[in-house]
């Protein structure tokens, strides 16, 4: 006869025995059995919930779907099978883009931190950014892959990613969906030479496309700079290239080379991309060892015919210091020419040249004259403790200019890390910080979408 050991207690507590234990448990496993029925009820029930989005037509329903911000959109993904099937559909991602690109803008901010870089990303609206807006992060689904990276360019919600530590690899990534694309390697680069990547689309062929353009160092013209008290430095002049192009989305999944780039394009100078083509600023042609100090080169790429042409510029006098300051940029689908005025601080006034009519030279207009303004820049104790990387972007005289808002205020960046809004009509400044905001960061202004370039395109 087996006995019954009672658990040790107090004598006040009554005693429970090992028979008493397996009776709770029994009870135990009944009300789960319990739970789990009126679980399976409750499914049940909201399954045959009434579906009002999948009862309208697919016309109105589309046009309801596509005013959603992105982050709601994806949340939407979530609700139902039946939804998350419709948010794949090509009519409504397009629709969606289309409406994206005329509505608010999403920024990016690109944090290179060591060893591992980071996106950060908020929707950003004008008129309510002083309230508190917080930072989203996105979750790279490569970043094991590729930790230290370049952002080369953002086109319709995707953007392209290059590592920064010269092994090239390249990532075509829509960071709200994270549906992501490896491209093939280019030809690798090697010391001394000079590279630069380009991505845009184009509206006609509807293609997106990569390029690569490359300077190789020519070793028989050299270029010598007299160092006082160093003696004389050797340079390579980069006098030969090659471009190679690169057609996301189609099946030949091969980089095409397209021969040379008659054009000596600025290191600094990230593309723009406006009307099918990408735009660089170049170096000026030297006649008789003189340059015209009032003359900008801006240089464009046609992602159609892949050909390269000069944009003609206007005469902007010898009353602005342009020689390594300017830069291009693009306000409400107008090419625009940022110029600091010669003579001014650190906080420099810039002249901004718009051309109202592409690739019309008697169209430049000086439009917008912002004058100088010292944000809250970063700390020098900040500053030193950053990146070499950080220390030259974050000490020179560049002042970004972003792109124009949607209340027709121009958003620009300072020192590479410092976001200012200006306002044409009044003249005001406005610094906009978010919280949680990271100190060293390169703003990319982007478009949250669902869009995506499959093979087939």
């Known amino acids: 006869m087996s006995r019954l050991y009672p658990f040790p207690s107090s004598e006040s507590e009554p005693r429970v025995s090992v028979a008493s234990n397996d009776m709770i448990l029994m009870d135990f496993n009944e009300e789960r059995i319990r739970k789990r029925r009126r679980n399976s009820e409750e499914k049940e029930e909201e399954e045959n919930l009434p579906n009002h989005v999948d009862s309208l037509p697919q016309e109105v329903a589309f046009d309801i779907i596509s005013r959603l911000p992105i982050k709601s959109l994806i949340q939407f993904r979530f609700v139902c099978k039946s939804w998350e099937n419709l948010s794949y559909d090509p009519n409504l991602v397009n629709l969606h883009l289309s409406k994206a690109l005329k509505g608010n803008l999403c920024l990016?901010?690109?944090?290179?931190?060591?060893?591992?870089?980071?996106?950060?990303?908020?929707?950003?609206?004008?008129?309510?950014?002083?309230?508190?807006?917080?930072?989203?992060?996105?979750?790279?689904?490569?970043?094991?892959?590729?930790?230290?990276?370049?952002?080369?360019g953002s086109c319709n919600g995707l953007l392209c990613l290059v590592n920064s530590l010269l092994d090239e690899t390249l990532y075509i990534y829509n960071p709200f969906t994270s549906k992501f694309k490896e491209l093939p390697k280019p030809t690798p680069v090697y010391q001394d030479q000079i590279v630069m990547y380009g991505f845009g689309f184009h509206p006609i062929t509807n293609q997106y496309k990569v390029i690569k353009i490359t300077y190789y160092p020519n070793a028989l013209n050299l270029n010598s700079i007299h160092r006082p008290g160093r003696g004389i430095l050797l340079l390579h002049r980069h006098s030969n290239s090659s471009v190679q192009v690169f057609c996301v989305g189609k099946s030949s999944n091969q980089w095409r080379n397209i021969g040379k780039i008659p054009y000596k394009l600025q290191k600094n100078c990230s593309p723009v991309l406006l009307n099918g083509r990408l735009h660089w600023t170049a170096n000026q042609v030297r006649n008789q060892g003189q340059h015209n100090p009032g003359v900008v080169r801006i240089v464009s790429f046609d992602l159609s015919d892949e050909l390269f042409r000069e944009i003609e510029s206007p005469e902007l006098g010898t009353h602005v210091y342009i020689r390594r300051d300017y830069h291009i940029s693009s306000l409400g689908g107008c090419l625009c020419i940022v110029v600091p005025?010669?003579?001014?601080?650190?906080c420099s006034s810039l002249d901004i040249w718009v051309m109202k009519e592409y690739d019309m030279k008697e169209s430049w207009v000086k439009e917008f004259n912002i004058g100088a303004f010292c944000p809250n820049f970063i700390s020098q104790q900040d500053l030193y403790k950053s990146r070499g990387v950080w220390r030259s972007i974050l000490t020179s005289r560049m002042i970004r200019v972003l792109c124009l808002l949607k209340n027709g205020d121009i958003l620009l960046q300072y020192k590479g890390g410092t976001l200012v809004s200006y306002n044409p009509k009044n003249g005001l400044f406005n610094n906009i910080t978010f919280p949680n905001m990271p100190k060293f960061f390169q703003t990319v202004p982007h478009i949250g979408s669902l869009n995506w370039v499959d093979s087939s395109s």
Request: some cysteine; hydrophobic content about 35%; charged content about 25%.
């Open 108 to 152: 990016i901010f690109h944090c290179d931190f060591p060893i591992k870089n980071f996106l950060y990303f908020v929707e950003f609206s004008p008129n309510s950014y002083e309230k508190e807006q917080k930072l989203g992060k996105f979750e790279i689904p490569f970043s094991n892959r590729m930790a230290e990276f370049n952002v080369i």
């Open 341 to 346: 005025l010669r003579g001014t601080s650190d």
